[in-house]
């Protein structure tokens, strides 16, 4: 039960991991405006999970071996780091997301924490503040899920 929630890949059979590499190998190759399009559940051969929704978060928390960069600088152009942000509030909204992704979203913004502050006083954004309430309601969210879940356990039994 828990185990779905809290990210954890649960033990599949071969069809399941072959997907999941496609996925990963697939997710490997998108720029943000295919990770957005696969987060608003719009590339039919792959649809949201919560691995895909984690793998995107770890690919824009990679760095990169040659040039030592992320996948969002704070050099890049203003259109790719607001992209960039979006995409990461379309995750936290989306409702397969568990608590992994929600970590890896804290990670992500404790370690872009410069690139934030100047892109909100660059542009008089308030991506800030919208990541900080994000959060909390996804993790209002998963709170409802898992008490829901117990709730349907109690009941099945």
């Given at each position: 039960?828990?185990?779905?929630?809290?990210g954890?890949?649960?033990?599949?059979?071969?069809?399941?991991?072959?997907?999941?590499?496609?996925?990963?190998e697939?997710?490997?190759?998108?720029?943000?405006?295919?990770?957005?399009?696969?987060?608003?559940?719009?590339?039919?051969?792959f649809?949201?999970?919560?691995?895909?929704?984690?793998?995107?978060?770890?690919?824009l928390?990679?760095?990169?071996?040659?040039?030592?960069?992320?996948?969002?600088?704070?050099?890049?152009?203003?259109?790719?780091?607001?992209?960039?942000?979006?995409?990461?509030?379309?995750?936290l909204?989306?409702?397969?997301?568990?608590?992994t992704t929600?970590?890896?979203?804290?990670?992500?913004?404790?370690e872009s924490?410069?690139?934030?502050?100047k892109?909100?006083?660059?542009n008089?954004?308030?991506?800030?503040?919208k990541?900080i309430?994000?959060i909390?309601?996804?993790?209002?969210?998963?709170?409802k899920?898992?008490?829901?879940?117990?709730?349907?356990d109690?009941i099945g039994?």
């Open positions: 039960m828990f185990s779905k929630m809290l954890k890949m649960k033990e599949s059979s071969s069809d399941n991991d072959q997907i999941n590499k496609e996925l990963v697939k997710i490997a190759n998108m720029n943000l405006t295919d990770m957005r399009n696969y987060v608003n559940d719009r590339i039919a051969k649809p949201v999970s919560e691995d895909g929704l984690s793998e995107i978060m770890y690919k928390l990679e760095v990169n071996d040659k040039t030592s960069k992320r996948y969002i600088n704070i050099d890049d152009m203003d259109s790719k780091i607001k992209k960039g942000f979006d995409l990461i509030l379309k995750i909204i989306n409702k397969k997301i568990t608590v929600i970590e890896l979203v804290s990670k992500y913004l404790e924490k410069n690139i934030i502050l892109y909100d006083k660059d008089k954004q308030i991506y800030g503040s990541f309430d994000s909390a309601i996804a993790i209002e969210n998963m709170n899920r898992s008490e829901l879940q117990r709730k349907m109690i039994s």
